[in-house]
T-cell receptor, first 117, second 109 residues
Framework: GAVVSQHPSRVICKSGTSVKIECRSLDFQATTMFWYRQFPKQSLMLMATSNEGSKATYEQGVEKDKFLINHASLTLSTLTVTSAHPEDSSFYIC?????????????FGSGTRLTVV | GESVGLHLPTLSVQEGDNSIINCAYSNSASDYFIWYKQESGKGPQFIIDIRSNMDKRQGQRVTVLLNKTVKHLSLQIAATQPGDSAVYFCAENRAQFYFGTGTSLTVIP
């Protein structure tokens, strides 16, 4: 089945620094990937839609200059949290859809736990 | 046991009983729905999906029911097992997927 790999699984960074999270589709090509953020005991909130070769589409209220998304290839999207602050600490999850006919749904990465200290 | 989503975010059932997890969706234009299971510290895992032209779909031990009239989804888990303990989310597709609040299922051995 389709596999999405997310790296790193955990990261701790200092306030003011930037952190890059990678999302890779391992056995399929994904023209579109999605980035979600999840706070403890809450649902997944869609942050942005990452489109290969073009600009990402951000959901309302998500700062595009703070959460930089790059989707340079059909198998890799990156999310960079710039000038991180403690309130950015969260669980970040990416997903991608395999467009092979017959497969349903979106495959999710295993998530990245970001802690900003 | 049965949940009502936003009003009952936790559900506890005895092992072997059936579980019913409910979800209300917001957009009548949504044409595709998925139930996901999320274990602690992990990403969501696909359980079962249903398109809007169906009202029922069955998988292994799971059944999803869709009532478009009242914009309601339910996930039924038969013979619930301890390994079913997790948070369950419904997601509706409107170009992108939007997740519901989630219900935390605890199976009591």
């Amino acid at each position: 089945g389709a596999v999405v790999s997310q790296h790193p699984s955990r990261v701790i960074c200092k306030s003011g620094t930037s952190v890059k999270i990678e999302c890779r589709s391992l056995d399929f090509q994904a023209t579109t990937m999605f980035w979600y953020r999840q706070f403890p005991k809450q649902s997944l909130m869609l942050m942005a839609t990452s489109n290969e070769g073009s600009k990402a589409t951000y959901e309302q209220g998500v700062e595009k200059d703070k959460f930089l998304i790059n989707h340079a290839s059909l198998t890799l999207s990156t999310l960079t949290v710039t000038s991180a602050h403690p309130e950015d600490s969260s669980f970040y999850i990416c997903s991608a859809r395999d467009n092979t006919p017959g497969l349903s749904g979106y495959t999710f990465g295993s998530g990245t736990r970001l802690t900003v200290v | 046991g049965e949940s009502v989503g936003l009003h009952l975010p936790t559900l506890s059932v005895q092992e072997g009983d059936n579980s019913i997890i409910n979800c209300a969706y917001s957009n009548s234009a949504s044409d595709y729905f998925i139930w996901y299971k999320q274990e602690s510290g992990k990403g969501p895992q696909f359980i079962i999906d249903i398109r809007s032209n169906m009202d029922k779909r069955q998988g292994q031990r799971v059944t999803v029911l869709l009532n478009k009239t009242v914009k309601h989804l339910s996930l039924q888990i038969a013979a619930t097992q301890p390994g079913d303990s997790a948070v369950y989310f419904c997601a509706e597709n409107r170009a992108q997927f939007y997740f519901g609040t989630g219900t935390s299922l605890t199976v009591i051995p």
